[in-house]
């Protein structure tokens, strides 16, 4: 689930990336096509929950699951 700043439309594709520090502190993203799936209000009434499905997810970020 991801949190965001706006609803987003059920069933459109997006273009997301994904940045974060490594522990060397080098920046690594993934990007990727992901479907909407659901969008909620949050429990904080400025943001959104938010469920993507990814469409083609990179190697990098399946590596992390499959090991």
């Not at 490594?22 to 959104?48: C, T």
């Amino acid at each position: 689930m991801l949190i965001s700043e706006r609803a987003i439309t059920v069933d459109k594709s997006y273009d997301l990336e994904i940045r974060w520090h490594n522990p060397r502190d080098e920046l690594l993203k993934i990007q990727f096509r992901a479907l909407g799936r659901w969008s909620s209000n949050d429990v904080n009434p400025y943001f959104y929950d938010t469920v993507v499905e990814s469409l083609d997810p990179p190697k990098m970020f399946l590596s992390q699951f499959l090991k």
